[in-house]
Structure formats: C-alpha cells, structure tokens
C-alpha cells in the first residue's frame, strides 16, 4: 500500500515556472509507475506526464509536450513534476497517481493509488 501526497502548487504569473512533489509514504515507492493528471473546473481529468519506475522513460500530454518535465528520486521517495512557460489554461487541480504492472501512462485505471491533488493558478 503506497500513500501519495502533492505540494507545491500556487499562484503564478503566464510564462512563470512551478515545480511540484509527490511524495510516497512506502518504502518501495521506486516499484511504481507514477503519473501526473489534472483538472479543471468543468473538463474532464487530463493526462499531464508520467515516468516509469526506473526513471528510464518519461510521457507527456501533448498540451504539455516541452513545457514540462518530470523525475524522480528513488532515495526520497519522489517524483516531481517542472513546469516551465505556464499558461492561463494549465490552471487545473494536479494529482499524483501510483500504479504497478502494465501500465498505459495516459489510462487513469491503470493507477491504483492518488493523492490529494494541489492547486495550480495560472494568471495572465
């Protein structure tokens, strides 16, 4: 059992950058697919960006294809997610999913476990 907790979400200006955590409470964190999703008000959930568990592979949304980064450090138990060039329409509550196995980076079943969420505000 894997418990995710996200931070680091606030208000920004258009063309600022925001980097948030998610950190695991389990020690064998570094086992699991992480997966970065968010949401708007009124929009469905999105994928934003997902790493495998070695770090090897990373994937991305298109919207956020070479505005965002995301990594991970096994030693503390978190992934996290730099978002560079942030637009007013990346304004949306981030969460931070886990999941084991097959996993199809953008398919939201595929994850068992999710955080809280943190908020992101972008303003022009």
């Known amino acids: 059992q894997v418990h995710v907790v996200e931070s680091g979400g606030g208000l920004v200006q258009a063309g600022g950058s925001l980097r948030l955590s998610c950190v695991a409470s389990?020690?064998?964190?570094?086992?699991?697919?992480v997966g970065w999703f968010r949401q708007a008000p009124g929009k469905e959930r999105e994928f934003v960006a997902a790493i495998s568990w070695s770090g090897a592979s990373t994937y991305y949304g298109n919207s956020v294809k070479g505005r965002f980064t995301v990594s991970r450090d096994n030693a503390k138990n978190t992934v996290s997610l730099l978002m560079n060039s942030l637009k007013v329409e990346d304004t949306a509550v981030y969460y931070c999913?886990?999941?084991?196995?097959?996993?199809?980076?953008?398919?939201?079943?595929?994850?068992?476990?999710w955080g809280q969420g943190t908020q992101v505000t972008v303003s022009s």
């Open positions: 999913a886990a999941g084991r196995g097959m996993i199809v980076a953008n398919t939201e079943r595929h994850y068992d476990y």
């Open positions: 389990g020690r064998t964190f570094s086992s699991y697919f």
